[in-house]
């Protein structure tokens, strides 16, 4: 009797946290050139997600690339982030450029007509992967926006 009552109580508390959907991949918002130096440019955006789940799971990025006008810069690789449970939430994705690969050949074209208009065209291509009790997603990112530049 014992057993079957630590069992259904098991069992009640698995089912109460169940996994009724993925978390909703809303968009990625909020690019922009955080710091800029004489080494480098930091870009940084906001994954934003939506849980509507009795609980959270992990979720990683997956190498997302950063284009600046066209041409591959850098990656994003983030450490684990721990979802939220019935909670809307926003992962940061920050990356740092270095000014010698945007002063490259493969670039200069683009680089000059940014001078010009004071933006850049900055794109973000991966995926970013959910983990929860088993079960797991991708999402998959491809966001392109023009960037201020302050200088």
């Not at 284009?67 to 449970?85: G, L, R």
């Not at 940014?114 to 009790?133: A, C, P, T």
Request: glycine share 6%; charged share 20%.
């Amino acid at each position: 009797m014992k057993n079957l009552i630590i069992l259904l109580t098991i069992s009640v508390a698995f089912i109460s946290c169940t996994v009724t959907e993925k978390p909703q991949f809303v968009g990625v918002e909020n690019i922009k050139v955080e710091e800029s130096s004489s080494k480098f440019i930091t870009i940084t955006a906001d994954a934003l997600f939506i849980n509507p789940n009795n609980i959270g799971g992990e979720l990683q990025t997956d190498e997302i690339k950063v284009f600046i006008n066209d041409n591959e810069m850098a990656t994003v690789s983030a450490e684990t982030f721990e979802v939220p449970a019935k909670k809307e939430f926003s992962i940061p994705l920050k990356t740092n450029v270095l000014t010698d690969s945007i002063f490259s050949n493969k670039s200069i074209g683009g680089l000059v007509g940014s001078l010009f208009s004071k933006k850049v065209k900055v794109q973000y291509i991966g995926d970013i992967n959910y983990k929860v009790l088993g079960f797991s997603h991708a999402y998959t990112v491809d966001v392109t926006e023009d960037v201020k530049i302050k200088y």
